[in-house]
């Protein structure tokens, strides 16, 4: 149980477009849904922390306009990177938690995205 | 303020042990995690500990707490070469209900 699926896996897109990465649980309902972004060879770095139905929180540094979240419901969170440029490109990686996911957070298997 | 160390590289010979270490700052942590991470790959959990307990053992694995000096570790018994990957130290950050996670250490493996 808590399965978390994150799609695309890998992305290229060109500088201007935007792109949206899907993260969906598949087996329980994620009250919370992380976004954590990874640089090459370093650590995950917590962007911001989405509740279903509210607008997602941010952390300190993390560009609101740049980074859309959307949690719209119980089982899906999107993250778009509006207007992307290649200094965007990284790994990104979703977590999500619910009532059943009694000891922690599940995580996606993260999405490659490459801005050229 | 919210902080998970580790040291960045470990190596060492297969079959041996591996012990990994971590320090973080959040003394009213409920949750402390190991997970793995294989290059391209996203991220496994491991093993977890609750705040409250001391020690964990779950097959090879071993995690010891050490809550007075916010020390955790992660002993791999019988190393493999499959156990090859980063190793991610974390803490759920109570006040917040955040995970925040250390910088890795990278495990590499002599014949």
């Known amino acids: 149980g808590a399965v978390v699926s994150q799609h695309p896996s890998r992305v290229i897109c060109k500088s201007g477009t935007s792109v949206k990465i899907e993260c969906r649980s598949l087996?329980?309902?994620?009250?919370?849904m992380f976004w954590y972004r990874q640089f090459p060879k370093q650590s995950l770095m917590l962007m911001a922390t989405?509740?279903?139905?509210?607008?997602?929180?941010?952390e300190q540094g993390v560009e609101k306009d740049k980074f859309l979240i959307n949690h719209a419901s119980l089982t899906l969170s999107t993250l778009t990177v509006t207007s992307a440029h290649p200094e965007d490109s990284s790994f990104y990686i979703c977590?999500?938690?619910?009532?059943?996911?009694?000891?922690?957070?599940?995580f996606g298997s993260g999405t490659r995205l490459t801005v050229v | 303020g919210e902080d998970v160390e580790q040291s960045l590289f470990l190596s060492v010979r297969e079959g041996d042990s591996s012990v990994i270490n971590c320090t973080y700052t959040?003394?009213?942590?409920?949750?402390l995690y190991w997970y793995k991470q294989e290059p391209g790959a996203g991220l496994q959990l491991l093993t977890y500990?609750?705040?409250?307990?001391d020690m964990k053992q779950d097959q090879r694995l071993t995690v010891l707490l050490n809550k007075k000096d916010k020390h955790l570790s992660l002993r791999i018994a019988d190393t493999q070469t499959g156990d090859s990957a980063i190793y991610f130290c974390?803490?759920?950050?109570?006040?917040?209900?955040?995970?925040?996670f250390g910088s890795g250490t990278r495990l590499s493996i002599r014949p």
């Open positions: 087996d329980f309902q994620a009250t919370t």
């Open positions: 989405s509740n279903e139905g509210s607008k997602a929180t941010y």
């Open positions: 974390a803490e759920m950050y109570s006040s917040a209900s955040k995970i925040i």
């Open positions: 959040d003394s009213s942590s409920t949750y």
């Open positions: 500990i609750f705040s409250n307990m």
């Open positions: 977590s999500a938690a619910g009532q059943t996911t009694n000891y922690g957070y599940t």
